[in-house]
Structure formats: structure tokens, C-alpha cells
């Protein structure tokens, strides 16, 4: 057995900004409070109802309207610290659900070879460390390169 320590963004799947539907402001735009406030608000709630990579997408949306809001000079400072803490806290959040580390551990047992796992009865094991987005291994070296091919494949798959 030897051990393979793989730090991931468990974030694996990483989407690219969705297609714009006329709320999305490009940085290099200055636009009215009335305009950038209609479009916090359109964003936030496309994110609340948005699942999976898509809401990877809208937290990408989500840091360009914070930068902008914070660059806005046509805002006054209290509804420019009132639009940056709805969508800061929103981030907030956003961040501390988006960690798959449990459900990528239930991957890989699933499926590299699943009898040699110690939740199975075998010798492997699997640790996830959630404070560094982190997976200890403990496993044979054909089931440790079986691992490294599963996190370049999942890598690939979600640029």
C-alpha cells in the first residue's frame, strides 16, 4: 500500500458564464444604479433556482456584478453597500455549499475497484478532508493511477 494525497478544487465541474439573456453587464460597462440593481436582483434569482454546474455559471456572474457595483461611481454608498451584501452573502453561501468532497469519496468507491475500499471489507482507504479540499489515500499503486486517470477525466470534463 502507499499513500497518494490529491488536493482538488472540489469543484470539479466548473462551467463556463451563461448565455447572456440581457442581465449580464460587461466590467468595462458603466451603468444606471436603476439598471445594475435589476440586474442583482434578476441574478439572484436565477441563482436560487439554478443547480449543479449552472450555479457554478451564476457565481461567476455573481463576482463580476459585485466588481461592478463596487466600481459603479453613479452609486451612492448605501445602496452600493446594500447590492454588494446581497450578492456578497450570496457568495457566501454559494461557497460553503458547493464542496462535492463526500460525494466524490462515493464515487470513487463505486467504481475503482470497488471490493478493496475499507467501507467494503478490503485494505484501501479513503479520507476526505473537507478543510483542504483534500483526499488521503491508502491504496495499491494500480488502484492509486486508476485514481489519478478518474481526476484528469473529471478535470477535462468540466473545462
Do not use: C
Not at 46 to 56: C, I, M, S
Not at 113 to 140: C, D, F, K
Request: glycine share 8%; charged share 20%.
Amino acid at each position: 500500500m502507499s499513500i497518494l494525497t490529491v488536493t482538488l478544487a472540489v469543484h470539479l465541474l466548473a462551467a463556463s458564464p451563461p448565455e447572456s439573456n440581457g442581465d449580464f453587464i460587461p466590467r468595462h460597462e458603466t451603468i444606471s444604479p436603476a439598471k445594475l440593481r435589476a440586474a442583482v436582483h434578476s441574478a439572484l434569482k436565477r441563482e436560487a433556482q439554478a443547480n449543479g454546474p449552472v450555479r457554478v455559471a451564476m457565481a461567476k456572474e455573481l463576482v463580476a456584478l459585485y466588481q461592478q457595483i463596487g466600481l459603479n461611481q453613479q452609486l451612492a454608498p448605501g445602496p452600493r453597500q446594500q447590492m454588494q451584501g446581497l450578492v456578497g452573502g450570496r457568495l457566501n453561501r454559494a461557497a460553503k455549499n458547493d464542496d462535492y468532497g463526500p460525494e466524490l469519496v462515493e464515487l470513487i468507491e463505486r467504481t475503482i475497484a470497488p471490493g478493496s475500499w475499507e467501507s467494503q471489507g478490503g485494505l484501501g482507504r479513503i479520507y476526505y478532508w473537507r478543510n483542504g479540499r483534500a483526499l488521503v489515500i491508502s491504496q495499491t499503486q494500480d488502484t492509486h493511477e486508476r485514481l489519478v486517470d478518474l481526476v484528469r477525466q473529471l478535470h477535462h470534463a468540466g473545462n
